[in-house]
């Protein structure tokens, strides 16, 4: 059976008592959080106190007001140009509404005709040409003209005795 061969480590013994030890300090959820919102907290100042020199070396000059102008102009055009893009949008989207209610109608009547069918009730407009030709027959009927009385076959019978 084959050895393995055993290696020995080097210890850094020299560092690790020159390294001042650190009491170790568990970092619970409260403590990264508060560490976050401190360096949040930081940032949020930083940036605050940068716009606030860019506005102020943008006061200092003369042509404050004309950037403003400027400014103001490009956020109008920006605000047409989105206005039109969103009323593109909605009519897009009204017309494909439109289509698809008009589609989801014509299945709601297949489905519903399909149902009578299968139950063998009449659709309304079956029941309006029955009637349609029941009036037409009942007119034929009625125009036909009128045709004495018959006889019965029983009183027929008697008479043909009685006259032999």
């Known amino acids: 059976m084959a050895s ?12 690790r008592s020159e390294a001042p030890k650190k009491p170790a300090v568990k970092r ?3 403590v990264v959080l508060r560490e976050t919102w401190e360096a949040a907290r930081k940032s949020l100042s930083a940036a605050e106190a940068e716009v606030e020199r860019q506005v102020r070396s943008l006061m200092k000059g003369n042509d404050a007001a004309e950037t403003l102008r400027h400014i103001g102009t490009r956020l109008e055009r920006e605000r047409r140009k989105v206005a039109r893009e969103l009323e593109l949008r909605v009519a897009s989207l ?26 063998n009730i009449p659709s309304r407009q079956e029941i309006n040409d ?8 009942t ?26």
């Open 4 to 15: 393995k061969k055993k290696t020995t480590k080097k210890r850094k013994t020299a560092a």
């Open 28 to 30: 619970t959820a409260g």
């Open 94 to 119: 009204q017309a494909r509404i439109q289509k698809e209610r008009k589609s989801l109608s014509r299945m709601v009547d297949d489905a519903v005709r399909g149902g009578l069918a299968a139950l």
């Open 130 to 137: 029955l009637t349609r030709k029941v009036d037409e027959l």
């Open 139 to 164: 007119r034929k009927i009625d125009g036909f003209p009128a045709r004495p009385a018959r006889r019965s076959a029983g009183r027929r019978a008697k008479s043909a005795h009685a006259s032999a």
